[in-house]
């Protein structure tokens, strides 16, 4: 368990700033010294259904077909990550260098 790095989680995002949020660090080994073993991949799956395929058909913007899909259960790349995150998979570090710095909308 390490201290939460502020730099770091303002960099990714509100969503990563949460108090109840634990972080982590790999030990490390002799050959890397980050404290990794294997991958763990982060998801983004857009499941098609008949909302979905109305708003495209209609040439809906990205924007729109984006809200409907999370309005129906759709995580997004950041979603998994946070989730990866939460659960020790990953660290803020990595999921920076992967996603990086994130800028809210709106």
Do not use: W
């Amino acid at each position: 368990e390490i201290p939460p790095p502020s730099e770091v989680l303002t960099q990714l995002g509100p969503q990563f700033q949460s108090p109840d949020l634990v972080f982590y660090q790999g030990r490390g080994c002799n050959k890397c010294h980050k404290g990794y073993k294997g991958r763990v991949a982060i998801h983004e799956v857009l499941t098609m259904n008949e909302d979905l395929r109305i708003a495209i058909t209609e040439g809906a913007s990205a924007m729109q077909i984006e809200t409907i899909a999370r309005e129906q259960g759709m995580k997004v790349l950041l979603d998994d990550a946070l989730e990866k995150l939460r659960t020790g998979l990953t660290t803020p570090d990595e999921v920076l260098r992967l996603l990086g710095p994130q800028v809210l909308n709106g």
